[in-house]
């Protein structure tokens, strides 16, 4: 297959990543008005530990495997290196998934009894542990294939995975919930509760059966990458005993283990921040519900218990806000991704020039796209959820004012993830976690600060994401200069321009919305509005010549 350059590549991947999202919010709409707020407060507190453990166990994974390949094919196809390094990485991981799934089932109790203190979560973190030990192999895959410049596997097995988790994941959790209501007895039987905890344990079992959708999702995954790399055309390919290169097993894994380790000791960090937010945010909030029940009378006033809006509150956090603010990083990354092979492969040639065009290339289109969405969402939020989440008013009430403020540190997260694929394809995995550590560093402090404030409460977490990821995009953008030859001046006059483009766009969907307002449904005014942003802001970057032919001819090249 003819490799695919930067903007193809990443395009690919980025369409791949924002089809995931769309169907992942397909899966998280409907889950959130079966379950609600405490519901997915059971759904959010499964996933921080899981996602502790997985971020730690494979990132690192396919960005190690993609620049290994890459380095070996820097002077065309090379199938015997390719296979040896894929092989060796599916020995390494497998085993570091099989373990990391066992940790989570192991630590599920402890996690749930003396960190966050809800032990209705247990069955679903139980639930979601195998699923590590699948995408660890997924990964390998993806990784080889990424090396290679073909994205396309990588992106299909993300459709793929979406897909499964939507349908299996609300069929489950639907059925556990139908079964509760029409058929108690049958319903006690199996879950062996009580007919007085029946509402609750029918949330608990049916959070741990949605996640339980998302783990046969990764299988799913795994099984499509196994399925492509036999049908890979450079599998058939038959090698010459004679020719063929002896598999140094060793040095590639030593070689993967150096940008493996500390990428994962930094997404031990990075992910520290949603158990951190886990930690200090719910018993901050416990505090809070049982010192002054009167900052969140609203909720008071909905029905809902005092014991149980921490959950309720933590729940709508997790499952409303980062869930949206996670929409646009999750695209944004593909940049990266898309951006490591090359940058690879001109760091093994010696090619500084080229490096430092990788650079500029990636942080200015993460830039391109972050800034603005940072911006529309920040004076949209509220909109935006009424958008995604119509039957959940009390839940975005608690989110809306978090979301806005976490939706200006978009622009610092994306472009700080993309400096970190360019560290990692120069064999400095080691910056971002020193980045990151200190970037948690500000988090915690911030947490303990400003979410004991009852007037912040959950948006003192809001604000100190904020001042993490500020803190790690400026630290990375200063190493880059020395890192790859890469100038942040050079960058300053495209950053003006999209700015300007980004208050027009801001301006433009607020006035739309104003103007609009009461003509037709809220929904159809909110897509309206944030359309005619978008048209402006493309319009401003054209005008003010951040985008020209000659940008876009970088991008392509």
Same mark, same amino acid.
């Given at each position: ?69 890459? @380095? ?12 040896? $390094? ?20 192991? !630590? ?34 993806? !990784? ?26 609300? $069929? ?18 199996? #879950? ?15 959070? =741990? ?6 783990? *046969? ?17 450079? @599998? ?34 990075? +992910? ?17 519900? @049982? ?13 809902? =218990?005092? @014991? ?24 944004? +990354? ?33 830039? *391109? ?6 911006? !529309? ?34 622009? #610092?997260?994306? /472009? ?28 915690? /402090? ?25 803190? $790690?995009?400026?630290?990375? %953008?200063?190493?880059?200069? +020395? ?26 969907? %607020? ?35 951040? /985008? ?10």
């Amino acid at each position: 297959m003819k490799k695919q350059g930067f903007l193809y590549g990443s395009v690919i991947l980025m369409v791949s990543a924002f089809v995931t999202k769309v169907i992942g919010a397909m899966f998280k709409l409907p889950l959130a008005n079966m379950l609600g707020g405490t519901g997915m407060g059971y759904f959010s507190s499964a996933y921080s530990l899981f996602m502790t453990v997985y971020a730690v166990s494979v990132t690192g994974l396919p960005a190690a495997v993609a620049k290994a390949t890459a @380095e070996a094919c820097r002077d065309g196809e090379n199938p015997e290196t390719v296979d040896c $390094i894929r092989d060796t990485a599916l020995k390494m991981f497998g085993i570091v998934g099989a373990a990391a799934s066992l940790a989570v089932a192991l !630590g599920a109790y402890p996690f749930c009894r003396y960190v966050t203190g809800d032990m209705a979560a247990l069955p679903a973190v139980i639930a979601i542990s195998p699923c590590i030990f699948a995408s660890c192999l997924a990964l390998v895959y993806k !990784g080889s294939f990424e090396g290679r410049r073909n994205m396309y596997p990588t992106a299909i097995s993300q459709v793929i995975e979406a897909v499964v988790k939507l349908c299996v994941g609300l $069929i489950l959790c639907g059925g556990v919930m139908k079964l509760a209501e029409d058929n108690p007895s049958l319903f006690m039987r199996i #879950f062996r509760c009580k007919r007085e905890n029946i509402e609750k344990n029918a949330m608990v079992y049916g959070t =741990a059966a949605s996640v339980a959708g998302v783990t *046969l999702s990764s299988f799913a995954g795994l099984l499509y990458m196994i399925c492509q790399k036999r049908l890979d055309k450079g @599998e058939k390919r038959v090698y010459n005993k004679e020719r063929r290169l002896t598999c140094e097993r060793r040095r590639i894994a030593v070689d993967m283990a150096k940008i493996a380790v500390p990428a994962a000791l930094g997404a031990l960090v990075t +992910n520290l921040t949603s158990v951190i937010d886990l930690a200090t945010l719910m018993r901050s909030l416990k505090r809070l519900c @049982e010192s002054d029940p009167q900052v969140f009378s609203f909720l008071t006033d909905a029905g809902i =218990a005092l @014991e149980e809006q921490p959950d309720f509150i933590y729940g709508s956090f997790a499952g409303l806000a980062v869930t949206v603010f996670n929409l646009v990083p999750a695209v944004t +990354n593909m940049l990266g991704k898309g951006m490591l092979p090359l940058a690879a492969a001109a760091n093994a040639r010696g090619d500084r020039k080229k490096l430092g065009e990788c650079a500029f290339t990636v942080l200015f289109s993460a830039a *391109l796209i972050s800034v603005p969405a940072g911006g !529309g969402l920040c004076v949209m939020a509220k909109q935006v959820l009424e958008l995604l989440f119509s039957g959940n008013s009390l839940e975005i009430q608690v989110s809306a004012r978090p979301l806005a403020v976490l939706a200006l540190a978009l622009p #610092f997260l994306c /472009i700080s993830s993309a400096a970190f694929a360019l560290f990692t394809a120069v064999g400095r995995a080691d910056i971002p976690v020193k980045l990151m550590t200190l970037g948690t560093v500000v988090k915690l /402090i911030g947490n303990i600060i400003l979410t004991a404030v009852p007037q912040l409460n959950v948006i003192g977490a809001a604000i100190s994401t904020l001042l993490c990821y500020a803190v $790690i995009c400026t630290a990375a %953008v200063l190493r880059l200069r +020395n890192i790859c030859g890469f100038d942040f001046i050079d960058l300053l006059p495209k950053l003006v321009g999209i700015t300007a483009g980004t208050i027009l766009c801001c301006e433009g969907a %607020v006035i739309a919305e104003r103007l609009l307002w009461g003509a037709a449904d809220n929904r159809v005014i909110t897509v309206i509005s944030c359309a005619f942003g978008a048209f402006l802001y493309i319009l401003g970057t054209k005008i003010s010549g951040v /985008i020209t032919r000659n940008a876009v001819k970088m991008l392509i090249s």
